[in-house]
């Protein structure tokens, strides 16, 4: 079983390096063509989706594999970089950007209470189980796709509508978030534990399904806050009871 990155800021490895650099080109990058989607008219939810997919899968398929702190904080520092110099040949840059990721709807207010909630959510979840990375990426997954698999397949192809007083779901949109939540546990465990799938498949299942539901009762931001922390709470509860926390 692979293990958590070392909690302390320490030399970088060659790994490191290649890591950091990658996930801050392709974080830049990625953010420029929604950007650019976004500029040229292309519907808001679709530049906001491909952000939330890319770097989410990003993020949580590569966080594991630095070797201490100083990784993610070179990353982070490149990224940041990269927007820095943007910004100083279009002042309006951070601006625009807040405006192409809210959602339908939603003020510049709500996006940047989405994007603190949801880090405030993996970074209890990142600080209860240390001892099992899977749990950690997992959540992350379960966000970066199923989240959005709602959203990507419920617009264009939902039909049947489940009424919300705060907004109807789709039943193709709820589907979409319990087989990629699904993939994202099976995905979690597969890179980063010993356990069969096959041992804990139904629990899988019902695991995606809770959060399926959590995606249901949730309004605007809340799914930020409450997906993380639920898919670590159902996976520690259902895949690894045993485990103590920190």
Not at 70 to 79: K, S, V
Not at 123 to 144: C, E, Y
Not at 213 to 220: P, T
Request: net charge negative; proline share 3%.
């Amino acid at each position: 079983m692979r293990t958590m990155v070392q909690l302390f800021f320490g030399e970088l490895t060659c790994m490191d390096v290649i890591l950091a650099v990658f996930t801050g080109v392709a974080g830049a990058t990625i953010l420029a063509i929604a950007y650019r989607q976004h500029e040229n008219g292309t519907e808001s939810w679709k530049a906001r989706k491909l952000v939330h997919v890319s770097m989410g899968t990003i993020i949580g398929l590569s966080i594991m594999s630095y070797s201490n702190l100083t990784g993610p904080l070179l990353a982070t520092g490149i990224f940041c970089a990269f927007l820095m110099y943007a910004w100083a040949h279009n002042s309006n840059l951070i601006w625009d950007l807040l405006l192409a990721g809210s959602r339908d709807g939603e003020d510049t207010l709500g996006t940047f209470a989405s994007g603190i909630f949801g880090l405030t959510s993996f970074g209890v979840v990142f600080l209860l189980f240390l001892n099992q990375p899977s749990i950690l990426v997992s959540a992350i997954l379960t966000v970066s796709w199923g989240d959005a698999a709602g959203e990507i397949i419920g617009r264009p192809f939902g039909g049947a509508l489940i009424p919300r007083p705060f907004g109807d779901k789709s039943i193709e949109g709820m589907a979409a978030v319990f087989f990629f939540s699904v993939f994202a546990c099976i995905a979690s465990l597969l890179l980063y534990a010993t356990i069969s799938i096959f041992d804990v498949a139904f629990r899988i299942l019902f695991i995606g399904f809770c959060i399926s539901m959590l995606e249901f009762v949730s309004r605007r931001w809340l799914d930020n806050l409450l997906l993380p922390l639920g898919t670590a709470l159902l996976m520690w509860a259902f895949i690894f009871p045993s485990m103590t926390l920190f």
